[in-house]
């Protein structure tokens, strides 16, 4: 059986976390490319755990206590189901949802970080905050304005750049690891 340092499974931890890296950042472009597909993508999952939902329902329906509760439940559960079922058969429906919905989220981001500024003007840093509201108040405004036909590029585009910061972000924090666990090593040498 061999021996693995510390500094052995710290480099071997860093360069899975690379290789994760790597993959959001190829999968982040592909979903940038084809911004539409990467949402049907989304949507898909999302319906799909939603259906999955409306099933745990159900089942713990059954372990429910009293017949109000456990109609209740039932009705939750066909609730979940029928909703995931029907996002699953009508993807761009889901899509066009997904997109108003997200549009609304950054209309209230970015309206609350602006208010937030105000309250936290004096703060040192303050500014970052009413800079992020300024650009999630206008890029919901843009989908919003754009609605329907936003939906074929914000929800993937945005999912896209997501994961390509994600990855690398990770994969600098893994090369940032590796390069400290190596510097220890040499001190501790």
């Known amino acids: 059986m ?16 690379i290789v ?17 597909l990467a949402a049907v993508a989304v949507n898909v999952i999302i319906a ?25 439940k039932l009705l939750i559960g066909l609730a979940y189901l029928v909703f995931g079922a029907y996002l699953i058969m ?12 997200l549009a609304s989220l950054f209309l209230i981001e970015g309206i609350l970080n602006i208010v937030l500024f105000f309250k936290m003007r004096s703060m040192g840093g303050s500014t970052w905050v009413l800079v992020d509201g300024i650009i999630t108040l206008l890029l919901g405004l843009m989908i919003y304005m754009q609605w329907p ?26 090369l940032a690891v590796r390069k400290a666990t190596t510097e220890i090593t040499r001190l501790a040498a």
């Open 48 to 72: 799909w755990l939603i259906a999955l939902a409306g099933v745990v329902h159900l089942m713990l329906a059954f372990r429910a206590h009293g017949a109000g509760n456990m109609i209740w």
């Open 90 to 101: 009508h993807p761009v429906l889901g899509v066009t949802s997904l997109t108003l919905l």
């Open 149 to 174: 036909s936003s939906s074929a590029w914000a929800i993937g585009t945005l999912v896209g750049v997501s994961m390509i910061i994600s990855g690398v972000t990770r994969v600098m924090m893994s």
């Open 20 to 36: 994760w890296g790597l993959l959001l950042i190829v999968f982040g472009v592909l979903a940038v490319a084809s911004p539409f």
């Open 2 to 17: 061999t021996q693995h340092t510390p500094a052995d499974i710290v480099r071997q931890a860093s360069t899975l976390s």
